[in-house]
């Protein structure tokens, strides 16, 4: 299998596909890597580790392009002026965002692409090593208490100094997936008090396991893969107050709703906000899918009440070493898994994790249900 991997020219995205360590192994399991210069150097990777790996530098997309790879590898889905260029019958892995790129689809189809959506790997034991969403979101959880702490005008830890003793502050996350329960994890280690709330059955048992408070949903919702599913106005209505109640106390509160598919749920309303201590501060990691917290805007921050609002963007791309890291050996381990015995490229539309990931197979629109 020759394997190209393209450098991200997305504004802010510094993360690279595969690694140098990967580009090794796969050399040493008898493919071709091909690398445009300078893909690794913004995560820490310079163009010598790749060399010394074994891949091929080239000098830019257009080499890379020419170059008759089986497989073109990004972290961030392709400009309509990148798709227009790849390669005739070549293969696409990377985060698509399917469901929001009517544009581009047809654009891969007309170019005979087969097209991976790294977003849809199946939450079964199998994928679990190639769930770039799992390892990413870890990375986002992490990162959004430290950006947190950095905006909030207190300490996370008690402190106790000559000047007397500093009482810890209050941490909220709301949500007890992989980027939430990383959440909870970090803020205990920096020394808060911290609680988290989740509808799903399950949360409660592994919020209290990693030291935080769980605070009981209502009602709970129950979704499939290990996601919530879309609450009804009822059950949104009776977790609202519950989430209002708790929240007007609470220092820092970091928001990781997702619902596949759909635009995130609002956790914090405005009217929450109001009764929030100002100066307090808000993590919303759904920012760029609409947001968990009303007035959020990704990529900023805002103000709302004294209370400083932040649409997180991207953030697992602000540690992008770990980052890349973590996302090449999912992306590898997906591309093993993707060759053949004879080492040739391999796509299954009926293997059950590649199946699901398909968007366009050999210029074709895959219809998702």
Known sequence: MKIGVLRETSAGEQRVALVPDAAAKLF??????????SAGAAAGFPDALYEKAGATLVADAAALYGGSHDVIVKVRKPSAAEAAQLPANTTLIALLTPGSNDDLIPLLAQRGITALALELVPRISRAQSMDVLSSQSGVAG???????AAALDKFLPMLT??????????????????????????????????????????????????GAQF?????????????ARAQTEDEAAKNAAIIGAHVSSQDLVITTALIPGRKAPILISDAMLATM???????????????NVEGSVAGEMVVR????????????????????????????TLLQHLAA????LNID?????????????????VEKK
Do not use: C
């Open 28 to 37: 040493a399991a008898g493919h071709a890597v091909a690398v445009e210069r």
């Open 142 to 148: 992490y990162k959004a208490v430290l950006v947190g």
């Open 161 to 210: 100094t000559a000047a007397g003793t500093i009482a810890p502050s209050k941490a909220f996350i709301l949500g007890a997936g992989v980027a939430g329960l990383q959440a909870i994890a970090t803020a205990r280690r920096l020394g808060a008090v911290v609680s988290g709330f989740d509808v799903r059955s399950a949360a409660g048992e592994q919020v209290r396991s990693l």
């Open 215 to 227: 605070v009981e949903p209502a009602a709970k919702a129950e979704g499939t893969g290990g996601y």
């Open 277 to 291: 201590r100002p100066g307090s501060v808000v993590v919303d990691l759904a920012a760029e899918s609409g947001g």
């Open 305 to 332: 009440h004294g209370v400083r609002v932040i649409g997180a963007s991207n953030i697992p791309s602000s540690v992008p070493l770990h980052a890349s890291q973590m996302f090449s050996t999912n992306v590898r």
């Open 341 to 344: 015995a004879d080492g040739a």
């Open 349 to 365: 539309s009926s293997d059950e994790i590649i199946g699901p990931m398909l968007l366009v197979h050999k210029g074709v629109a």
